[in-house]
C-alpha cells in the first residue's frame, strides 16, 4: 500500500538558521510528490511539486525540496527562516490505480522563534 | 480568481439536524473530494468525485454523503449529524488532465456537533 510518513510532529528552529522538514514515501512506479502549507485558519496552499527531472525543485516563498530515490525521501527546505514560516505542513504522493487519490502524510508543525 | 469556495466557514449545530456543506470551484476541474482534518490524525479523504455523476468512498466515509450533478459543485451532507463528526472539513479539486497538477483547497468549515 502506498504511504506517506512525516516523522516529526514539530519542529523548532530559530529565526535565520536553515529549516528542514522530513518526508518518505512508500509508492509504486514512479512517485509524484507535493508539500502543502496550512497557516491558520486558512486552507492548504500549494508550495512544490515534484513529477520527474532535477532531483532539487524550488517552489513558493523560497521553500525547495529535494528528491531522493535511493531513500524514498522527499524533504522540504529552507536556507533562512522566518517567523512568517511557522505552519503546519504537508507531504503528498498522488497515486494512479483504478483512479486518482492524494495519500497524504500526517503533517508537521513547523515553530520558528524569533 | 481560480478558487474553490465553501461556505459555511462556521458551523456549529445539534445531534441529529440534517446539514449541507456547499464546494464549488471555477476552474473547470473533473476531480473533487472531501476532507476532514484531525489532530494528529492529518488529512482523511471522506469522498471523492472524478467528474459529474461519478463518485465514491474515500477512507472516512460513514455517515457523510456527496453528489456531483454539476462539474463546479460537490456538496458534503450529513443526514444525521453526531459529536464524532466535529471537525475541519476541506473541499479540493484537481485537474487530472496531467496526472501531476496539484489540488486546489477551499478555505476550510469548522463544524461543531453538539
Known amino acids: 500500500a502506498q504511504s506517506v510518513a512525516q516523522p516529526e510532529d514539530q519542529v523548532n528552529v530559530a529565526e535565520g538558521n536553515p529549516l528542514t522538514v522530513k518526508c518518505t514515501y512508500s509508492?509504486?512506479?514512479?512517485?509524484?510528490l507535493f508539500w502543502y502549507v496550512q497557516y491558520p485558519n486558512r486552507g492548504l496552499q500549494f508550495l512544490l511539486k515534484y513529477i520527474t527531472g532535477d532531483n532539487l525543485v524550488k517552489g513558493s516563498y523560497g521553500f525547495e525540496a529535494e528528491f531522493n530515490k535511493s531513500q524514498t525521501s522527499f524533504h522540504l527546505k529552507k536556507p533562512s527562516a522566518l517567523v512568517s514560516d511557522s505552519a503546519l505542513y504537508f507531504c503528498a504522493v498522488s497515486q494512479w490505480d483504478s483512479n486518482y487519490q492524494l495519500i497524504w502524510g500526517a503533517g508537521t508543525k513547523l515553530i520558528i522563534k524569533p | 480568481e481560480a478558487q474553490v469556495t465553501q461556505n459555511p466557514r462556521y458551523l456549529i449545530t445539534v445531534t441529529g439536524k440534517k446539514l449541507t456543506v456547499t464546494c464549488s470551484q471555477n476552474m473547470n476541474h473533473e476531480y473533487m473530494s472531501w476532507y476532514r482534518q484531525d489532530p494528529g490524525l492529518g488529512l482523511r479523504q471522506i469522498y471523492y468525485?472524478?467528474?459529474?455523476?461519478?463518485?465514491d468512498k474515500g477512507d472516512v466515509p460513514e455517515g457523510y454523503k456527496v453528489s456531483r450533478k454539476e462539474k463546479r459543485n460537490f456538496p458534503l451532507i450529513l443526514e444525521s449529524p453526531s459529536p464524532n463528526q466535529t471537525s475541519l472539513y476541506f473541499c479540493?479539486?484537481?485537474?487530472?488532465?496531467?496526472?501531476?497538477?496539484?489540488?486546489?483547497f477551499g478555505q476550510g468549515t469548522r463544524l461543531t456537533v453538539v
Open positions: 468525485s472524478m467528474n459529474v455523476e461519478v463518485t
Open positions: 509508492v509504486s512506479g514512479n512517485p509524484y
Open positions: 479540493a479539486s484537481t485537474d487530472l488532465g496531467g496526472r501531476a497538477t496539484e489540488a486546489f
